[in-house]
């Protein structure tokens, strides 16, 4: 959302999170666009619709509006598409560091989460996506508030990595695994960072290191480069498209692009998925799993994306939303609370449905 925002004329000095109410044409257009390249899940422009973040535009006291009018607007443009698109409630870090490494407590870092992430559900949002983290500590306290603030809602955690493949503080992608396994997050992801390349190499890891969870990968066009007072990203959609096919194989289920990707990615990455083969699909799930235990009763009033992937269907999605970066997302699979006979079954659907097409 930022990049198109900014290829808009938007300044990068800008409150991005603050055009849902001043110029909500513009947010609904690039939602628009994402949706007719093939996407089924956008995301919010709420990336930095943080108190701390607005505070430095004096925008503190418009948190709730802002992140209401992010839901509201992502609404209005799925209703108009006339498709089955769900809405990711989007956030990204504080822009403030936590202690032990910086001064803002663990307990002030969740209330200011939990206020944006409680709007944000009010508001309607099918789910919270915490992205972009470059600090353990202050992910396990967006995935606890989170819980508070929209107790029935998934949640997608994702961490970024650096070119060495640690984050900020020097986490490797098992850690980081076994720890957002840990507090509760329902998809474990990583995003940012480098190029495909690199990221299926973290995805690679971080599915050895916790097997039974469900994973997503969202990564940048390649690294970024300055040319010509521009920044500019390598890899072109096409390149997308080779690898949205190994992310799924490699365990993803939530798959897609950062910063330099495009709705033409979305749909380079959506033509890959709907041109593979049965036998391509196959990410190491053992299907057998499904067919032969029960599943709990849903709860009470599931929400719209909770629906969607207990039938087993592809959900595309996109538009991370950031002052810095923009993206486009798509989903293949499923999430619950029995995480591996729901990845189990969604294989199988998705498998299942490929054949009858292909007949």
């Known amino acids: 959302m930022g990049t198109m925002l900014h290829n808009r004329g938007i300044g990068f000095d800008r409150c991005f999170d603050e055009l849902d109410l001043s110029v909500p ?39 709730g509006e802002i992140n209401r009018a992010g839901v509201e607007l992502a609404r209005r ?12 409630g989007d956030v990204g870090p504080l822009g403030v560091r936590l202690a032990p490494f910086g001064r803002v407590a663990p307990e002030q870092a ?40 929209a107790p029935d809602l998934p949640v997608v955690a994702s961490m970024t990595f650096t070119r060495d493949d640690r984050t900020l503080l020097g986490d490797d992608p098992a850690k980081v695994a076994h720890t957002l ?59 997308f498209g080779e690898y949205a096919l190994a992310f799924w194989q490699a365990g993803a289920c939530l798959i897609g692009g950062c910063c330099g990707t495009t709705p033409q990615h979305t749909a380079f990455m959506r033509k890959a998925i709907d041109a593979a083969q049965p036998e391509q699909l196959h990410n190491g799930v ?41 993206s486009a997302i798509f989903a293949l699979g499923g999430l619950g609370d029995r995480r591996l006979r729901a990845r189990a079954t969604i294989e199988w659907e998705i498998v299942r449905g490929m054949r009858r097409r292909s007949n």
Request: charged residues 20%; contains cysteine; hydrophobic residues 50%.
């Open 181 to 239: 396994a840990e507090v509760g997050a329902d998809v474990i992801g990583v995003n940012c960072s480098g190029g495909p390349a690199q990221l299926l190499r973290i995805l690679k890891q971080m599915q050895q290191a916790e097997p039974a969870h469900l994973f997503s990968v969202m990564p940048n066009a390649g690294w970024p480069e300055q040319v010509g007072g521009r920044i500019m990203y390598p890899a072109a959609p096409e390149y």
């Open 25 to 63: 044409a513009m947010v609904a257009e690039i939602h628009r666009d994402y949706i007719q390249a093939g996407a089924q899940l956008i995301k919010t422009n709420t990336f930095g619709a943080n108190r701390f973040k607005l505070a430095r535009h004096g925008l503190a006291e418009r948190v």
């Open 286 to 326: 053992n299907l057998v799993v499904s067919e032969r235990e029960e599943v709990a009763a849903p709860a009470e009033n599931p929400t719209q994306f909770a629906e969607k992937l207990a039938s087993g269907k592809f959900v595309m999605s996109a538009t991370l939303v950031s002052q810095v970066m923009r």
């Open 110 to 149: 969740r209330h200011v989460f939990t206020e944006q992430m409680g709007a944000l559900a009010q508001a309607g949002a099918d789910l919270i996506l915490i992205e972009t983290m470059s600090d353990v500590y202050e992910v396990v306290e967006a995935i606890h508030s989170a819980r508070q603030a």
């Open 77 to 88: 443009v799925v209703m108009a598409s006339f498709k089955d698109v769900v809405i990711a």
